[in-house]
């Protein structure tokens, strides 16, 4: 049963006890068991990362960098069918913007086919290992189930003499692809279906990117992982839940190959509700065209958060947040845009855009006459300093601060409502223009020329302060506001229906025309903002380009009034 977190800790929460692994990894350094601690990430380049391998990723490269380690990149490459140069470089990218080096090297499980290749060997001319010629329903058929052992290979027996002989045939090619399989020799009847003569290698005639037609056999990942582990020195394994039915297979390998000893710990995996994490399924939405690519801002994939505009802080927040357990848990997405919500609070500067623009006319404001009016960039910090807005007759307001019949509790413009226009004066409504179809076209207002904020001598209360641009200096831009990219909490756990059903149709709205404060001409991509009373927007790069003309994404709102 799993369980759902949902928000954080408050500001004066104690310093966390040491995490059950952490713990392992100081008793092994104050034993001296180990020296040093050496740790690796191993992602299998097929496709690009998520928020859940964040977490993996922080665990251990955070280990390493507490304790003095060293830390491993290596690409699982074991199947070149699904990899690509594309998910390799995409995955360097992401680890180096979280802000980790991998100060152990970079290694690729291709770098070890021949010791691996030797390790199979081994095994076969030990009697540990053999080829088995069956179909793989045959062979799955024979391994029982987890209440009844399975049976023997007709093929287990055969001699040492035979099966390196047709291991050998096997690496040369002289076999079709399934024709033939290397196979574990451990116990049928073992009560772990894994340790039930595991497949360690198959015949697969596929590309390599990086070793070419060189190998026509790969290993399988239960094989390659503890020999890959143990070659590169790695101390500490880390690995999700779904493998600790997988160490025994791990610690037998070790043993009966008397390599040196790696250890295997496993944690819980990081579940986001209304997310869906298995790279297969992210591939579908991304071939079926229901995002716009791995790094659509939608996505949960690292490069998507990047492009919507979260930043490493927050998402390595967010993930010791969440914490290291042995328990299976979902989280609640919010506690992610928090921990955004806090980093961005402290360090974005401010600025102000209106998304749905009505013009606002000060009319008793001199025709021709602007200023510059200063506006502090984030008050949060005083030394981020101010920068100058223009302000004249003519600006732009938002369609919603604007009605035409309200109530004692609505503090922004209305008939007999005076305002604060943000960092400018006080305003008090005059008059309004509708067009033919009854749509709002102007509010007329007038405004108090002894009100100008950080120096109001007019002694007028006004409630409620308004954003606002200048309609003269205006840049004219996209903005696409984002939701979540499924309605429904657990879209990949219903029985009979898949999960593209749960699609949110309102994921992604599009807002053209948009009117933002002049200062934002010179935003650099990614750069996070926020637009006063808005959200936090972060500039994309690409739509940007493609458009010919600003595109801002919302990377979250300012405050937490998403309602599943």
Known sequence: ????????????????????????????LASGKHKQIHTRFPP??????????????????????????????????????????????????DVS??????????????????????????????????????????????????????????????????????????????????????????????????????????????????????????????????????????????????????????????ENLNIFPSRQIEFARLNLDHTIMSKRKLLRLVEEGHVDGWDDPRMPTISGLRRRGFTPQSIRTFCD??????R??????SLLEWALREHLNRTAH???????PIKLVIVNYPEGQS??????????????????????RNLWMERDDFKEEANKKWFRLAPGKTVRLKSAFIVRYVDHIKRADGRVEEVHVEYFPDSKSGSDNSGIKAKGTLHWVNASTAIDAEVRLYDRLFSDAAPDGHEGQDFTEFLNPNSLTVRSNCKLEPSLQQAQAGTPYQFTRLGYFSMDEE???????PVWNRSVTLKDGWKG
């Open 350 to 356: 401010r600025a102000m855009a209106v998304l749905d």
């Open 328 to 333: 299976e848990n979902v989280i609640d997405f």
């Open 97 to 254: 913007w979280l802000g980790y080096t991998w100060n152990g090297g970079e290694f690729y499980t291709s770098d070890h086919f021949d010791s691996l290749y030797a390790f199979a060997t081994r095994l076969i001319e030990n009697g540990k290992a053999y080829v088995d010629h069956q179909d793989a329903a045959t062979m799955a058929e024979q391994k029982g189930s987890p209440t009844s052992p399975g049976t023997n290979s007709p093929h287990r027996d055969r001699s040492v003499e035979h099966n390196l002989q047709l291991f050998q045939e096997m690496k040369a090619g002289d076999h079709p692809d399934g024709h033939c399989v290397l196979r574990a020799k451990i116990d049928m009847g073992h009560p772990n279906m894994h340790m039930r003569d595991p497949i360690i290698y198959r015949i697969k005639r596929s590309h390599h990117q990086r070793t070419g037609d060189d190998w026509c056999i790969y290993p399988m990942y239960d094989f390659a992982h503890g020999q890959c582990d143990s070659l590169e020195g790695i101390t500490h394994s880390l690995c999700t839940l779904e493998f600790e039915v997988h160490r025994p297979l791990y610690e037998w390998f070790i």
């Open 371 to 392: 200023e510059e009016l200063p506006s502090e960039n984030n008050p949060e910090d005083p030394s981020a300093g101010h920068r100058m807005m223009p302000f004249g």
């Open 1 to 28: 049963m799993s369980e759902r977190t949902a928000h954080p800790h408050s500001e004066e929460d104690s310093t966390p006890s040491l995490h059950f692994i952490e713990q392992v990894v100081v008793d092994d």
């Open 543 to 549: 739509h940007s380009a493609q458009a010919g003309h």
């Open 44 to 93: 299998e380049p097929n496709g690009y990362l998520h928020i859940g391998h964040a977490k993996a990723i922080c665990l251990s490269f955070g280990l390493a960098e507490s304790h003095n380690g060293l830390v491993n990149l290596r690409f699982d490459d074991t199947n070149p069918e699904k990899e690509s140069q594309e998910y390799v470089d995409a995955i360097r990218r």
């Open 321 to 326: 947040r969440v914490g290291i357990a042995k």
